[in-house]
């Protein structure tokens, strides 16, 4: 039995897992945010409702790990943020732990039980109010020692002029520490950031995209930018990793057309040519972070047995 966790800033899920068939919900609790002590308590309880000692804790969560030092950076949870959080934890329920990325665990689901399967290369990719990314190689994480592959959003990438006709964009900072990055223009905040630059109106993603789907022309004109301003760097992170499927999540994937003209363009742009979707909506809805995660900990544990 594999325990699997989905940990952000406001909730804790658990799940069991027996097997990629069998993976039940246990519920949520609040995240312990300032003490250490009672988030190993919120995990102790989850172990408890389980009704017995599990082989393996499996846990997503939104962070990154050192693969180097395997210290968390985790900065919405501080009694956890700059620990060894897998060694940490182990020492204090006396269980082998687990730690991946929330994007990559989304990108193992997708690739084991989603938009994924029978794709030897999958690219996750989060389109919400920022972007994000996994690649599974496989049926493998590349990231099973923790670090930062699959980042698309970030890096001073973008382009300068963007649209058509092109119009000058600025480099905005992104919250990583530099500029230029997608995530700055990428996500649905990006959207917005666009919308002002180009309209100097304050909209939400929500009433852009409202507007782009009636023909609005300042919003068609955003959208224009958005999408130009996406393809490209999703296209060079799709030549380099060779992904032959990208599903995507977070709440812009919930926008069939923007999928549909992001797929469109960025097919326009990569080497290896396809005439089928590759930008396509995932189909882990609900809970991939547990349901990944609980992947992850199942191969680990058939790989120590084997």
Request: hydrophobic content about 40%; some cysteine; charged content about 20%.
């Amino acid at each position: 039995m594999i325990i699997s966790f989905d940990i952000g800033g406001s909730a804790i899920k658990g799940g069991i897992a027996l097997s990629e068939t069998d993976i039940t919900p246990l519920g949520r609790q609040p995240t312990p945010l300032d003490d250490f002590g009672a988030f190993v308590d919120t995990l102790k309880s989850f172990i408890a409702q389980a009704g017995g000692q599990p082989m393996l804790l499996s846990i997503s969560i939104a962070g990154v790990v050192d693969p180097d030092t395997q210290k968390l950076t985790c900065a919405n949870i501080p009694c956890i943020h700059g620990r060894t959080f897998a060694a940490d934890v182990e020492a204090e329920l006396g269980i082998p732990v687990l730690v991946a990325n929330d994007a990559d665990c989304f990108a193992m689901a997708e690739a084991g039980l989603g938009a994924g399967r029978g794709h030897r290369i999958v690219l996750g990719v989060i389109l919400g109010t920022g972007v994000g990314g996994g690649v599974i190689a496989n049926g493998r994480l590349i990231n099973e020692a923790g670090g930062f592959a699959g980042e698309w959003g970030h890096g001073p990438i973008v382009a300068l002029r963007a649209g058509h006709p092109p119009v000058d964009i600025p480099h905005y900072a992104c919250g990583c520490g530099q500029s230029g990055c997608v995530d700055s223009v990428g996500g649905a905040r990006g959207m917005e950031r666009l919308h002002k630059t180009l309209h100097d109106l304050d909209y939400t993603s929500e009433e852009i995209i409202g507007k782009w789907l009636k023909g609005e022309e300042q919003a068609t004109r955003t959208m224009d930018v958005f999408i130009d301003l996406l393809a490209s760097p999703l296209a060079l992170t799709i030549n380099i990793t060779g992904a032959t499927i990208v599903p995507v999540a977070g709440g812009l994937s919930n926008v069939e057309q923007l999928l549909q003209e992001l797929d469109r363009t960025v097919r326009q742009r990569i080497l290896r040519k396809f005439d089928r979707p590759l930008v396509v909506r995932s189909e882990c809805r609900v809970e991939p972070g547990l349901i990944g995660a609980a992947l992850l900990g199942l191969k680990a544990e058939a790989e120590s047995v084997g």
